[in-house]
């Protein structure tokens, strides 16, 4: 599995961005998918994370300092992930990541990511 995130930038506090993570080679709507990020001299961590589509639906994970302002989708006809962030703070300057869970589930725990893109930058100013 080959994953393209795009969509970072620059952009003031209190601005948007939406994040999207194109995934190719093989379909990825049986995996749990996720975002991370990782700033300067920072850990990487878990932002966000959406599980597969089950005849429950799928259920969505968000760390404390983005909840109610991030919003992660899924289009698995697409086979891309997204990530809207609204309201973004200077806080939130990070590279993110997109990556592909090895289960159904998700976990915070890095090993238990499969796959991974590259990596874009978002900035932002205060």
């Known amino acids: 599995v080959q994953l393209q995130a795009s969509g970072g930038g620059l952009v003031q506090a209190g601005g948007s961005l939406r994040l999207s993570c194109a995934a190719s080679?093989?379909?990825?709507?049986?995996?749990?998918l996720g975002w991370f990020r990782q700033a300067p001299g920072k850990e990487r961590e878990l932002v966000s994370a959406?599980?597969?589509?089950?005849?429950?639906?799928?259920?969505?994970y968000y760390a404390a300092s983005v909840e109610g302002r991030f919003t992660i989708s899924r289009d698995n006809a697409k086979n891309t992930l997204y990530l809207q962030m609204n309201s973004l703070k200077p806080e939130d300057t990070a590279v993110y990541s997109c990556?592909?869970?090895?289960?159904?589930?998700?976990?915070?725990?890095?090993?238990?990511?499969?796959?991974w893109g590259q990596g874009t930058q978002v900035t932002v100013s205060s």
């Open positions: 080679g093989r379909t990825i709507s049986n995996n749990g």
């Open positions: 990556a592909v869970s090895r289960y159904s589930a998700v976990t915070s725990r890095l090993e238990d990511w499969q796959y």
């Open positions: 959406i599980t597969a589509m089950s005849w429950r639906g799928s259920s969505s």
